[in-house]
């Protein structure tokens, strides 16, 4: 079983930039490819960016790719997403969620742990 815990959202105004955290429970933390998404008001739930294991592969979304930059620290059992340049569009709930699996995958479905979400609002 794995935990986690998401921080760093809040009000930002669009440009700026933000960083959120996810912070696992567990000793298990790097058997896990750890994946951000977010879901908007009104929309369903939407793949955001990949890091496997290792973190030494990531993938994106082409919305934000350029812009985000998914890390992960396996010290800490933590994983981040630096957002630069945030548009009012990134205003959403995002969630941090951890794959056993060994395919890279986008797939909600696919993913058996989720953090509660934090939200993020990017004002113009």
């Known amino acids: 079983q794995v935990q986690l815990v998401e921080s760093g959202g809040g009000l930002v105004q669009a440009g700026g930039s933000q960083r959120l955290s996810c912070a696992a429970s567990?000793?298990?933390?790097?058997?896990?490819?750890m994946g951000w998404f977010r879901q908007a008001p009104g929309k369903e739930r939407e793949f955001v960016a990949r890091?496997?294991?290792?973190?030494?592969?990531?993938k994106y979304a082409d919305s934000v790719k350029g812009r985000f930059t998914i890390s992960r620290d396996n010290a800490k059992n933590t994983v981040y997403l630096q957002m630069n340049s945030l548009k009012p569009e990134d205003t959403a709930v995002y969630y941090c969620?951890?794959?056993?699996?060994?395919?890279?995958?986008?797939?909600?479905?696919?993913?058996?742990?989720w953090g509660q979400g934090t939200q993020v609002t990017v004002s113009s």
């Open positions: 969620a951890a794959d056993r699996g060994t395919t890279p995958t986008m797939a909600l479905g696919s993913y058996d742990y």
């Open positions: 890091i496997s294991r290792s973190g030494v592969t990531t």
């Open positions: 567990g000793r298990t933390f790097s058997s896990y490819a």
